[in-house]
């Protein structure tokens, strides 16, 4: 089966500390991407980092990091120094065959 | 105009009408996509037109029917709905081109989303 699973639905992180969603994957390839986005409530859905799974070094944007563990065929998000603007919805997705695979959802919530 | 845009915002219509989603792309992408979003379930893959290739998913039912006459604009037919296909419906548009060592499709860019239509069936 190719899924995503995010097995938290709901988080919440104090401001300015940091907070870790989770993310696994199933897929018989070697070959593929994976992602973190965000959807604010504007619906607008933004990349927030990308991983390709043939590079073993983790992705890094500014305040955003991945911890991608292949075997474990996990992809999870790190988000240090978390502002209010963060809050959102966080998807999990994978590509392959042409498809974007996502997760149901980490709704994050950042308390002042 | 940049993006991806899609029309209408929002979309209310009876279960006998028929209405058609717009989404448009100006980013010079060669695939897109339909996802439905339904709140708590992962995003829904409903079609893609990708290098010349229309590929769907067989649980899509028959009252939903895309349309892509070139690569920048898609189209989503809809007749007949029902209540349960109330939902947000989200188009994509991605860079994709042919690993020619592997033989496989290799994504260049991620996806870039449109902002999405409601869609409310009474």
């Known amino acids: 089966a190719q899924t995503v699973t995010q097995s938290q639905p709901e988080m919440s992180v104090q401001e300015a500390e940091t907070v870790t969603l989770s993310c696994t994957y199933d897929t018989s390839e070697s070959d593929y991407y994976l992602f973190w986005y965000k959807q604010p409530p504007s619906r607008q859905m933004i990349l927030v980092i990308r991983q390709e799974a043939y590079k073993q070094q983790n992705a890094t944007e500014n305040r955003f990091s991945v911890n991608f563990q292949k075997a474990a065929k996990s992809f999870s998000l790190k988000i240090s120094d978390s502002q209010l603007g963060d809050a959102a919805m966080y998807f999990c997705?994978?590509?392959?065959?042409?498809?974007?695979?996502f997760g149901s959802g980490t709704k994050l919530n950042v308390k002042p | 105009e940049t993006g991806v845009t899609q029309t209408p915002r929002h979309l209310v219509m009876g279960m006998t009408n028929k209405k058609s989603l717009k989404c448009e792309q100006h980013l010079g992408h060669n695939a897109m996509y339909w996802y439905k979003q339904s709140a708590k379930k992962p995003l829904e893959l409903m079609f893609v037109y990708s290098l010349e290739e229309r590929v769907e998913n067989n649980s899509v039912p028959s009252r939903f029917s895309p349309e892509c006459p070139n690569s920048s604009h898609l189209f989503l037919h809809l007749h007949t709905l029902q209540p349960e296909d109330s939902a947000l419906y989200l188009c994509a548009s991605s860079q994709v081109g042919w690993d020619t060592g592997t033989g496989n499709v290799r994504l260049n860019t991620e996806a870039f989303f449109g902002q999405g239509t409601r869609l409310t069936v009474v």
């Open positions: 997705a994978r590509y392959n065959f042409n498809k974007f695979y």
